[in-house]
């Protein structure tokens, strides 16, 4: 079992680019996160997922959209990059009401 | 809002000997659960240890256990015959027993080196 695959695992961006980082579980988990970690701090929430077709807003969603159209996937979208959006991030799933697994996390810039 | 502080920013412990590491947390609430988590070097973060509110025994993990004091507010992690596999930063999270899923309010973490 891969658990929770996040791709990629680095990447720079320019000021006002977007993209989207991937998130896809294989263990059937309802419940999908997004935390972001700044250097020297712990986890802070952007989104998260209690199935498909249902998301909800975290401690610090400005700037990020999500998205869940199947169990399997939890793609964040950065519309508009920005220099305080320069963090690691990282993807978890659960089956109640607490992460429990974590993905390897995206390692992101924006310069 | 819930607050979650973990006031040592790093701790250091011989090979073998046992180390407590503090937290501590701020809420009004009386359902909840308290978690401390593990992120290696490899930065894949792993849940150690679980402690629902509720419950007056303390949870225990093999080598970890924790000490867990509803009055106080603390909830501290302690490993025992630490290895050099334990190295790493550790993360007390808190999370409310009820409502929605809205994640883990979590430390800044502490620092644990382990020296051989």
């Known amino acids: 079992n891969a658990g929770v695959t996040q791709t990629p695992k680095f990447r720079i961006l320019k000021i006002g680019q977007s993209m989207t980082l991937q998130c896809a579980q294989d263990?059937?988990?309802?419940?999908m996160y997004w935390y972001r970690q700044d250097p020297g701090m712990g986890l802070k929430l952007i989104y998260y997922s209690v199935g498909a077709g249902i998301t909800d807003k975290g401690e610090v969603p400005n700037g990020y959209n999500v998205s869940r159209s199947t169990t399997e996937d939890f793609p964040l979208r950065l519309e508009l990059a920005a220099p305080s959006q320069t963090s690691v991030y990282f993807c978890a799933v659960g089956v109640s009401h607490q992460p429990q697994h974590f993905g390897d996390g995206t390692r992101l810039s924006i310069l | 809002a819930q607050t979650v502080t973990q006031s040592q920013p790093e701790m250091s412990v011989q090979e073998a000997e046992t180390v407590t590491l503090s937290c501590t947390y701020d809420?009004?609430?009386?359902?909840?659960?308290l978690f401390w988590y593990k992120q290696p070097p490899s930065r894949q973060m792993i849940l150690v240890i679980r402690?629902?509110?509720?419950?007056?025994q303390n949870a225990t993990e093999n080598r970890f256990s924790v000490n867990f004091q509803k009055a106080a507010k603390s909830f501290s992690l302690k490993i025992s015959d630490s290895q050099l596999g334990d190295a790493a930063m550790y993360f007390c999270?808190?999370?409310?027993?009820?409502?929605?899923?809205?994640?883990?309010?979590f430390g800044k973490g502490t620092h644990l080196i382990i020296q051989p």
């Open positions: 999270a808190y999370r409310e027993g009820s409502g929605g899923a809205d994640g883990l309010t």
């Open positions: 263990m059937n988990h309802n419940y």
């Open positions: 402690q629902e509110a509720y419950k007056q």
């Open positions: 809420t009004s609430e009386s359902d909840y659960y």
